[in-house]
């Protein structure tokens, strides 16, 4: 073995030595660390064992199942088709209804139409040259205090609502509301800007 060698060796072994002292002494300082602080749990022990046993409550009784019997088997399963004759009374319910005034079932839904117009309010407008934005914030629901910008011809609220017409004061808005006779009625909401 040279000198380099042994210098090496004796260099590891001193090494490997006091990494293996200052393990056992960091063990040690914390095994002696844990071990004096169990007097207060020892004290909780003593009372819980020095209370008398509790009566333990008894089961309480199972009630016996009674099966319910089904009485609606001879009536019209809600999962059957149409009957022929009530299709035809519907259909002579929306004969006379004006065809012009419905919904465009087809048409996707835009984001605002998920809230009513109850929950918004105009807080003022925005112009650029050649458009126009209405500025309206949600007063209620997930979206409350967020403010939105909307054009003319933009769909919003749960009524079908069209913006006709914004102006510096107030959005015109036309909805479409389902009346009593299964028709739709186009009906003119303002939403006027809020004051302060």
Known sequence: MSNLDKNLFFKNSLF???????????????????????DDLKAWVDTIKAKPPGRIEPMPDVKVYQPHDYASAAERSPFAGMQPELEAQL???????????????????????????DSMEMVGTLNRPG??????????GPNNGQVVKVVVGEYLGIHHGQINNISDRQIEISTLVPDNKGCWEKRTVYLTLAEG
């Open 16 to 38: 490997t030595r006091s990494v293996r002292s200052l393990t056992v002494g960091l063990f040690s300082a914390a095994l002696i660390s844990c071990g004096g602080q169990t």
């Open 91 to 117: 259909k002579l319910l929306h004969e006379g209804c004006d065809e012009s005034v419905q919904p465009n079932p087809d048409r996707r839904r835009e984001d605002l139409e998920r809230f009513s117009l």
């Open 131 to 140: 458009k126009e934005w209405g500025l309206l914030r949600m007063t209620a």
